[in-house]
């Protein structure tokens, strides 16, 4: 602890000058086993030369500076000797350990004292771009971000050849260091959104930022909501369509995931893939996923209501196998539920811990042996269990893995109060969800937005998908500085010019 | 931040407190009797008593039928002591039909009926039926693999939905004994060799059985009860063995009353597209289903002049005709009504059209 306020001190504190205090940043650099010093006999006397070898690319190092720094005379040449472009010599202490682990190494020579020569040859070890895995699309771009900041940009502006997209780059973390790239298309995405991004982001105050969802979680509205309030995302097209509406896109050095905001709920039950398909195929999709949703948070807690106090709701040919289901189980309905829902959830968190191929067989030994032998023992009913399994598998179709979790996890406020106070119970907790999706905001912006307070500009890609000339204007959450897409007119036109004419 | 801690702190305490008003009696479906049917029969002045019927449910998948009687006065009080020799507790929310025997119909059983509306757990639509045997008798039998209070719903059910009985249930009956100008008229079961079946429709004058309408007079009454009605069938005898089948595909009914509250004739008009079903009269022509045409037509105003003739007569009214006449006059007055009733001339024109009389190859 005292180490790394020392540390930060001598940051804070005036820029450092001279040679006192790069000596002293030697001795620190020097006390790592992975850097490396070397001193050289040169045309100009002795030569130093210094980096991090976990940093540097050693080809480089080899080809392209070592051959041809024997010959330097003054600290100053050093452009004209390697073919590496921006060489920069300085004597800011700072800028020198910054540059040092950022994967340059530094050269400095006797003659020219205090004068750090700086050459940029970092390592690339970065994995390649990969098919998207979390939101696979049959058709469309398979392309997904990877954890270099440098390859994301460059994924997302070859989707957007534009001067006006623009990146603003931000530091976080005191001990991370992590580059955070805000970007935003000039004339469309709104200044005041751009303005809250950046400044919530420079405004942090945290260590290390190690994933994107680390900011999701720091700079959302309502830190404490279950409900993400910022979208995120593996595929560049989303976020270039994203940037499109005039919304701000981030990108964090290390994460393959970016973050798309302001969003509203409707969005994280879009699959990006809808925008592939028909619009009526798409329309049917989503429409899906929204049953799916309401259907995975109501049914076992509408199950649990019915059979601990509404019995009457039951319908008549329905009452034999209900009541046949639960004859052998000793237990109260609520019981039930929780103890499947929590197998439920001991089987996906299994999987999720454990690698693909054991995974498997986790899902196999857990669906069937233990639900079968459970309705056997008579723990369970099979009714139940079909609606446990349902409920689950439901809750697995929203496209957004975080907004996922958070149906799950809501499902179980829901139960309880449903085995209190019944129906009454069920209906309440939706009314306080209700409540609390009102209230919410991402980046201020309501996170209802298209439903509530109603805008048809955005109502058109929310719940349904219309065909895309309906898709001229931008959704009125981004509250877009300029927000005409296109010529809706030109673009439902389609004429076609005959031969004959 | 301490807003937060405020908001807890209330939840905190507003969960101790109110865990006192969640003590809700929890009514598990597998740990409830519930009761399908209730009979009820009359045994001596006030006292009456009460079978109900409820599903045992085994774990083969398989429904026993069990019964459980009482004899007291009053309706709750029976439900106690049933209760007394129950494994669990007795509920009626689940309940499908409602029988009460002959006599006790015939002396009127709306303060029976009271007890049941008054329980919100009883659904409107469940079936009131007058019973000709015994309930306990009827309600101890087991038909197939459900419990009998099922069984009988499902006959009722599948006879309004297809056959010729018009839709009954308790709100039903309610409404028309309530209703000026209009009686209720409910299903009459009864035993036979192969089970238990609809017999007639039992007419009511106020809470009390009256009249019946035996089950081949139901075409014309279900013909004549409802504003369009279709899928009812009518065998017609020609003479000893030549006969048809029809089925009425379309019908409309629609009255006449040119001089409402008054002793002036009221005309009840028909117009029916029909089918034949079934023949055995040699080769049917246009000639022959014009000949046909015209003796249902006949056959149809006659008998519905005797039907209304006979609700005339005991002072019946289940067609509503008071009601039409109702919603025609600003001088409605019930009692002047009841006295016009039995005398006002009612006719019935028919207009029969055969549209179709099937395919033979």
């Known amino acids: ?483 005409k897409k296109f010529n809706a007119m030109k673009a439902k036109r389609i004429k076609d010019t005959k031969k004959n004419d | 931040m301490g807003k937060l801690r405020i908001n807890i702190g209330l939840l905190a305490v507003s969960a101790t407190l109110l865990t006192g008003c969640m003590g809700i009696e929890t009514q598990v479906v597998d740990e409830l009797q519930l009761a399908t049917a209730a009979g009820f029969k009359h045994i001596k002045d006030d006292e009456i008593e009460a079978t109900i019927s409820f599903p045992v449910f085994l774990t083969d998948k398989t429904v026993k039928n069990a019964t459980l009687t009482a004899t007291d006065t009053l309706n709750k009080e029976l439900r106690d002591r049933q209760n007394l020799k129950s494994e669990k507790p007795i509920v009626s929310g689940k309940l499908e039909v409602i029988l009460f025997d002959r006599q006790l119909a015939e002396r009127g059983f709306f303060d029976h009926l009271d007890s049941l509306m008054r329980d919100p757990s009883i659904g409107s639509k469940v079936f009131v039926v007058v019973l000709d045997d015994d309930p306990k008798d009827v309600l101890s039998k087991q038909y197939g693999n459900k419990d009998t209070g099922i069984y009988l719903s499902n006959i009722i059910q599948q006879n309004i939905e297809t056959g010729l009985i018009p839709k009954t249930n308790l709100h039903l009956f309610t409404y028309n004994y309530y209703a000026e100008g209009k009686d209720p008229a409910i299903p009459i079961m009864a035993q036979s060799r192969d089970g238990v079946g609809i017999r007639a429709l039992g007419l009511f004058k106020h809470d009390k059985l009256v009249h019946q309408i035996e089950k081949d007079e139901l075409f014309f009454y279900k013909v004549l009860f409802d504003s369009n009605s279709s899928g009812e069938t009518m065998a017609i005898k020609f003479n000893e063995d030549k006969k048809a089948s029809i089925i009425n595909v379309e019908s409309t009914r629609k009255y006449e009353v040119l001089q409402p509250m008054s002793n002036a004739e009221i005309k009840i008009k028909v117009k029916a597209k029909m089918m034949i079903r079934e023949y055995n009269n040699g080769l049917l022509n246009k000639d022959k289903m014009k000949e046909m045409e015209n003796f249902i037509k006949k056959r149809f105003e006659e008998k519905s002049a005797e039907l209304i003739q006979q609700f005339q007569q005991k002072g019946t009214d289940p067609l509503g005709i008071g009601e039409q006449v109702r919603t025609r006059t600003r001088n409605w007055d019930k009692k002047k009504w009841d006295e016009l009733y039995p005398n006002i001339p009612i006719t019935v024109q028919a207009e029969i059209e055969m549209i179709e009389s099937g395919l033979i190859n």
């Open chain 1, 1 to 483: 602890m005292k180490r790394w306020k020392t540390i930060r001190n001598k940051e804070n504190g005036k820029e450092q000058q001279g040679e006192e205090p790069f000596q002293a940043l030697l001795q620190q650099l020097v006390n790592s086993d992975d850097f490396i010093q070397f001193t050289y006999k040169s045309a100009a006397g002795l030569l130093c030369i210094g980096y991090y070898t976990s940093l540097i690319d050693g080809k480089i190092l080899h080809q392209d500076i070592l051959p041809n720094i024997k010959s330097l005379e003054s600290i100053h040449h050093l452009h004209s000797l390697i073919p590496i472009e921006n060489i920069i010599v300085t004597s800011d202490v700072t800028k020198i350990k910054d540059s040092l682990l950022n994967g340059h190494m530094m050269v400095f020579i006797t003659k020219d004292i205090g004068q750090i020569g700086l050459v940029r040859a970092p390592v690339d070890n970065t994995r390649e771009v990969s098919i998207p895995e979390v939101e696979f699309s049959v058709v469309g771009p398979k392309e997904s971000f990877v954890e270099s900041l440098d390859k994301n940009l460059n994924l997302v502006r070859k989707r957007l050849p534009l001067p006006e997209l623009k990146t603003i780059e931000i530091v976080i973390g005191t001990i991370s260091k992590t580059k955070v790239s805000v970007l935003y298309i000039d004339g469309i995405a709104n200044k005041e959104n751009v303005q809250t991004v950046t400044q919530r982001l420079s405004d942090l105050e945290i260590d290390q930022v190690n994933d994107s969802s680390y900011l999701t979680q720091l700079i959302q509205d309502n830190q404490n909501s279950p409900f993400p309030q910022l979208i995120d995302t593996e595929r560049p097209d989303r976020i270039a369509s994203a940037l499109g509406e005039g919304k701000v896109a981030i990108l964090v050095d290390g994460a393959p995931h970016g973050l798309i905001a302001p969003t509203n709920l409707f969005e994280f039950f879009v699959a990006y893939e809808d925008y592939f398909l028909n619009w009526a195929v798409a329309t049917f999709f989503r429409l899906v996923r929204f049953f799916a949703v309401l259907f995975s948070i109501l049914i076992t807690p509408i199950y649990v209501a019915v059979l601990t106090y509404h019995y009457e709701l039951i319908p008549k040919d329905l009452v034999s196998t209900l009541v046949t289901s639960r004859n052998p189980i000793p237990l109260p309905p609520i019981m039930e539920a929780l103890i499947l829902e929590l197998a439920i959830e001991l089987l996906r968190e299994a999987g999720a811990r454990l690698p693909t191929k054991v995974g498997q067989t986790i899902g196999i030994v857990g669906g069937i042996v233990i639900g079968t032998a459970s309705v056997e023992a008579g723990l369970t009913s099979n009714v139940l269990l079909i609606i446990v399994a349902l409920a689950a598998l439901a809750s697995f179709t929203t496209p957004v893995y975080q907004m996922g979790n958070t149906i799950r996890l809501i499902r179980f406020p829901f139960l309880l109060m449903a085995h209190y106070i019944g129906l009454v119970g069920v209906a309440v907790s939706f009314i306080f969800l209700l409540i609390h999706l009102l209230r919410l905001s991402s980046l201020g912006r309501p996170f209802l937005e298209p439903v509530y307070p109603l805008r048809l500009q955005g109502l058109v890609d929310s719940i349904i998908r219309l065909p895309i000339p309906f898709q001229s204007k931008r959704p009125a959450q981004s509250q877009a500085e300029d927000d």
